[in-house]
């Protein structure tokens, strides 16, 4: 599929494209520089994307996947094979993603067949972005994935029917991984704490404040380690290293003119994430290739609220939920 899609070449079978290394796995030779007693990345060859600082390179994405990598480099060097690995932590997503559903119907006491479930598993699993990144190697796409494995992680300790300590200290362990592997994530906590507010009876006081200290405290802990790293690397606790990084000439323009943090780019952001419709092209695999994507709502028709169609969920669940399938015409 990658040979098709990004190359405009016929499909071909390729045995080593998932035992190869990625060059642009960069976490692994942080994990080696860990290993070592460094912060900055020694051994690794490229530096595109990566932060240039004092004549030293670094990583401005937050360092959890490197520790995931350690006892791998560690154990077998630097020579890993970062497209398989990668496909295994997807695969693993794709079974905590079912049973999070169960686990969800549980709480709620929902009453679905596994085939529904399959149903869903598979659709997200292939029918969604996380096919393809789970064949990459990159650390762009390792990230996402690693972090979805955590965050799914911390949705199923959470959604445990029981309110013991101890689900929401997992839980928030859980989380606090997935944000320190990708930080936009820090959003999801809004999330949980609507959980944890549903738990303690839809209370403020209380019960509430006691879980989402409980849940909170291995990102409070994780929040200050992350500050001491940024100031041993850049003199600066709130300074990840992004200000200095090598970034694309796609980009460069547009942080000289505008900076990260903009009003001015809403609206075009809207635009590809939202209604941007993908560009389709007469061969395989018929939409052509295009890093910007487009609007999601193309992008994953599976659900849809179109009541004319058969409903692949009990009638109790599609009332409340208003989660219908898509008919095929």
């Given at each position: 599929?990658?040979?098709?899609?990004?190359?405009?070449?016929?499909?071909?079978?390729?045995?080593?494209?998932?035992?190869?290394?990625?060059?642009?796995?960069?976490?692994?030779?942080?994990?080696?520089?860990?290993?070592?007693?460094?912060?900055?990345?020694?051994?690794?060859?490229?530096?595109?994307?990566?932060?240039?600082?004092?004549?030293?390179?670094?990583?401005?994405?937050?360092?959890?996947?490197?520790?995931?990598?350690?006892?791998?480099?560690?154990?077998?060097?630097?020579?890993?094979?970062?497209?398989?690995?990668?496909?295994?932590?997807?695969?693993?997503?794709i079974y905590l993603?079912?049973?999070?559903?169960?686990?969800?119907?549980?709480?709620?006491?929902?009453?679905?067949?596994?085939?529904?479930?399959?149903?869903?598993?598979?659709?997200?699993?292939?029918?969604?972005?996380?096919?393809?990144?789970?064949?990459?190697g990159g650390v762009?796409?390792?990230?996402?994935?690693?972090?979805?494995?955590?965050?799914?992680?911390?949705?199923?300790?959470?959604?445990?029917?029981?309110?013991?300590?101890?689900?929401?200290?997992?839980?928030?362990?859980?989380?606090?991984?997935?944000?320190?592997?990708?930080?936009?994530?820090?959003?999801?906590?809004?999330?949980?704490?609507?959980?944890?507010?549903?738990?303690?009876?839809?209370?403020?006081?209380?019960?509430?404040?006691?879980?989402?200290?409980?849940?909170?405290?291995?990102?409070?802990?994780?929040?200050l380690i992350n500050?001491?790293?940024?100031?041993?690397?850049?003199?600066?606790?709130?300074?990840?290293?992004?200000?200095?990084?090598?970034?694309?000439?796609?980009?460069?323009?547009?942080?000289?003119?505008?900076?990260?943090?903009?009003?001015?780019?809403?609206?075009?952001?809207?635009?590809?994430?939202?209604?941007?419709?993908?560009?389709?092209?007469?061969?395989?695999?018929?939409?052509?290739?295009?890093?910007?994507?487009?609007?999601?709502?193309?992008?994953?028709?599976?659900?849809?609220?179109?009541?004319?169609?058969?409903?692949?969920?009990?009638?109790?669940?599609?009332?409340?939920?208003?989660?219908?399938?898509?008919?095929?015409?």
């Amino acid at each position: 599929m990658l040979s098709s899609t990004l190359k405009g070449a016929p499909l071909q079978l390729n045995p080593g494209f998932i035992t190869e290394s990625s060059q642009y796995n960069y976490f692994r030779y942080l994990a080696k520089s860990f290993l070592n007693g460094r912060l900055d990345v020694t051994e690794c060859p490229a530096i595109h994307d990566l932060v240039l600082f004092n004549q030293k390179k670094y990583l401005y994405w937050p360092p959890v996947p490197a520790l995931v990598f350690m006892p791998l480099v560690a154990a077998f060097g630097l020579d890993l094979p970062d497209r398989l690995l990668n496909i295994l932590m997807g695969a693993a997503n794709i079974y905590l993603f079912l049973l999070v559903i169960r686990r969800i119907c549980q709480r709620y006491n929902y009453a679905i067949d596994t085939i529904s479930v399959l149903i869903f598993g598979a659709f997200w699993a292939f029918g969604t972005v996380h096919f393809y990144m789970s064949l990459s190697g990159g650390v762009w796409f390792i990230s996402q994935v690693l972090a979805q494995t955590f965050l799914l992680g911390a949705v199923y300790c959470l959604m445990a029917e029981n309110k013991k300590i101890r689900k929401y200290l997992l839980s928030g362990f859980w989380f606090a991984l997935a944000v320190y592997t990708r930080n936009d994530i820090v959003f999801g906590g809004i999330f949980f704490l609507i959980i944890i507010l549903e738990d303690s009876g839809y209370s403020l006081k209380g019960l509430f404040l006691k879980r989402g200290l409980l849940f909170g405290s291995f990102f409070i802990i994780f929040s200050l380690i992350n500050l001491y790293y940024n100031y041993a690397r850049f003199g600066n606790a709130f300074d990840n290293g992004i200000n200095y990084h090598n970034m694309g000439a796609d980009f460069l323009d547009k942080f000289r003119n505008w900076g990260y943090m903009s009003m001015h780019y809403i609206p075009y952001n809207f635009y590809v994430e939202i209604v941007r419709l993908p560009k389709f092209i007469n061969r395989i695999p018929l939409i052509e290739m295009d890093f910007n994507g487009f609007g999601f709502i193309w992008a994953s028709p599976f659900f849809s609220d179109d009541y004319s169609c058969r409903c692949v969920l009990p009638e109790k669940l599609c009332r409340q939920t208003k989660i219908y399938f898509r008919c095929g015409k």
